[in-house]
Nanobody
């Protein structure tokens, strides 16, 4: 069984930065195409980034494009999410997950499984 663990969340002021980490353990051969998502209180889960492992292609919604960067360290079975110029609306629990199909990337939560437990990000002054 593949397990994902997110870390790196915390409290940061507007304009600040955080780097989140998604570490895989267990059956890591399934640690392929990863997406990052967030969920704010009372809102639906939304995708903020994804990466196709075989090509390195990345995707971001308009709301975070230019501020968030996804990257991968295959030697460490880790996917990172660098978040800069953070805004209060970036607050939420951030999750990583694996796309159900190989060589695919999307921002739709239903396309993913093997979810981690999440890490809280709070952007506030």
């Amino acid at each position: 069984q593949l397990q994902l663990v997110e870390s790196g969340g915390g409290l940061v002021q507007p304009g600040g930065s955080l780097r989140l980490s998604c570490a895989a353990s267990g059956f890591t051969s399934n640690f392929s195409d990863i997406g990052w998502f967030r969920q704010a209180p009372g809102k639906e889960r939304e995708g903020v980034s994804c990466m196709v492992n075989s090509t390195g292609n990345t995707y971001y919604p308009v709301s975070v494009k230019g501020r968030f960067t996804i990257s991968r360290d295959n030697a460490k079975n880790t996917v990172l999410l660098q978040m800069n110029s953070l805004k209060p609306e970036d607050t939420g629990i951030y999750y990583c997950a694996v796309h159900r199909r190989r060589d695919r990337c999307s921002l739709h939560p239903a396309d993913y499984f093997h979810w981690g437990q999440g890490t809280q990000v709070t952007v506030s002054s």
